[in-house]
């Protein structure tokens, strides 16, 4: 007897229709339809994906997408301008209204394709390569519960959600405050489910101000995740170690040139550390974006803080760093989301910054700033001078650059910097007062 074939889950009218809409429609058909699929692979049928994946560039690179800039973009891409097919997917599509269904739908077949995938894989290592079980189960249990929510009860989720908003007002539970001065002033803290990206230049301080929401974070009692993956965790102690003491500094420790008086107040330090710090989990060894993913979920911090995107190990995404950078920032959205939590992405800047007259960044200077700027709940970085122009500006002053605030201010913080010593302050007079002899 023949085994049976089975066909995998796929909605080809759905495809053409959405594809009729954003051909005959305009930039909102686009965004919807951007928003939903995420993944080029969502199209089962070849010249559908085809189709989308030239929609897709033609949307990037902000060109209106017409019957003839597709046409030629088609030409350009694959050899074959389809034009015959192309014209055919203006009768696909019964309303541009329903563009988002289309979407739905075709995302929702493409996950279920990619859960049988995964079921199956996850079958196969489960006799052949135990190793790869965890990595498997994480992306399977994810795909679980994206399919699980594709399509939820709009009567019970209403009621659900209103409940959840009126708990958070009254238990005041959405709002994390830095507990720093001149980070709350702008927003009143990060907001759980939300990505706060920080940004700057080599040696203006970004780790330094990490360290310090770590410290206002822990005094209240949250817990807190770090992913270092350009300082060690050794490294990130000593600073640590510095900006608690009372009159340690940084370079001494490096140095190990420490006085017995200092060597006394090191050591207790380190074991005051040691007893305050007990909800604060710190990585050094994580590599790769899905083993971050999945520590995250296992030990649910209300904090997590990446130092820095660029070093994350993308698997899967051959397109280039922009696309990377993109699944990073997609990743975190999803599982703030899943985990109630919020997260601080540490970003570097582009070489841009050094040949302008005003050295200040700005939200173009993040290496991906569309991606960057379309998912932060905030955008800031931070500038310190004195590293431009050593004569112009304040050794102990440093600025908190607030480029975007969903639910704030945006503006310019002038702020105390003492690199030393590892802290920053409110003022530029309490960091001068801070460097001891």
């Known amino acids: 007897m023949a085994k049976e074939v089975k066909i995998m889950p796929s909605a080809s009218e759905a495809e053409q229709a959405l594809l009729g809409c954003i051909l005959e429609g305009g930039e909102r058909e686009q965004e919807i339809a951007m928003a939903w699929i995420r993944d080029d692979n969502a199209f089962y049928t070849q010249d559908n ?3 989308w994946l030239s929609m897709a ?3 990037k690179d902000g060109v ?3 019957f003839v800039t597709l046409s030629e973009k088609m030409k350009d891409t694959t050899g074959d301008s389809k034009a015959y097919y192309i014209s055919g997917l203006s009768e696909s599509f019964v309303s541009k209204s329903n563009v988002e269904n289309y979407a739905k739908i075709i995302w929702e077949r493409y996950i279920q394709r990619e859960t049988a995938k995964s079921a199956e894989a996850l079958l196969n290592a489960s006799y052949e390569d135990y190793k790869e079980v965890g990595s498997i189960l994480e992306k399977h249990s994810k795909l679980i519960e994206e399919l699980r929510h594709i399509q939820p009860s709009k009567i019970r989720d209403i009621e659900v959600l209103v409940e959840e908003m009126k708990s958070t007002v009254e238990e005041d539970t959405n709002l994390i405050p830095f507990n720093l001065g001149h980070l709350d002033t702008f927003a009143g803290g990060m907001t759980r489910k939300e990505i706060t990206v920080l940004g700057g230049r080599p040696g203006h301080g970004k780790t330094t101000l990490v360290i310090n929401i770590i410290r206002g974070l822990i005094e209240q009692g949250y817990r807190v ?13 000593k600073k640590m170690v510095v900006m608690e003491s009372s009159s ?23 074991e005051k550390i040691k007893g305050t710090y007990g909800e604060f989990i710190m990585y050094d060894n994580v590599r790769g974006l899905d083993d971050c993913l999945r520590e995250i979920a296992k030990h649910k911090p209300d904090v997590v803080i990446d130092d820095y995107i660029q070093l994350i190990q993308v698997d899967g995404v051959k ?18 989301k899943q985990e109630n939590c919020s997260s601080i992405l540490v970003s570097q800047l582009n070489r841009e910054i050094e040949k302008r007259l005003d050295p200040r960044p700005r939200m173009s200077d993040y290496a991906e700033s569309g991606v960057i700027e379309q998912t932060a709940e905030s955008a800031m970085f931070v500038f310190y001078g004195h590293n431009f122009d050593s004569e ?6 440093s600025e908190i650059i607030v480029a975007k605030s969903r639910y704030g201010k945006i503006g310019t913080h002038l702020v105390g910097f ?9 003022n530029s007079t309490m960091a001068e007062k801070d460097n001891i002899a």
Do not use: H
């Open 49 to 51: 994906k085809d189709i």
């Open 57 to 59: 560039e033609l949307y």
């Open 64 to 66: 209106e997408i017409d």
């Open 225 to 237: 995740m770090l992913f270092n993956r350009e300082m060690s965790n050794t490294e990130m102690l």
């Open 248 to 270: 340690l500094k940084y370079g001494d420790i490096r140095r190990n040139d420490l006085s017995e008086n200092n060597k006394v107040e090191f050591e207790a330090v380190s």
């Open 319 to 336: 397109e280039g760093r922009r696309f990377e950078i993109e699944r990073i920032m997609q990743e975190y959205k999803w599982i703030c």
């Open 392 to 397: 112009k500006f304040n050794p102990y002053k």
């Open 418 to 426: 003492n690199g030393g010593r590892c802290k920053f302050y409110m």
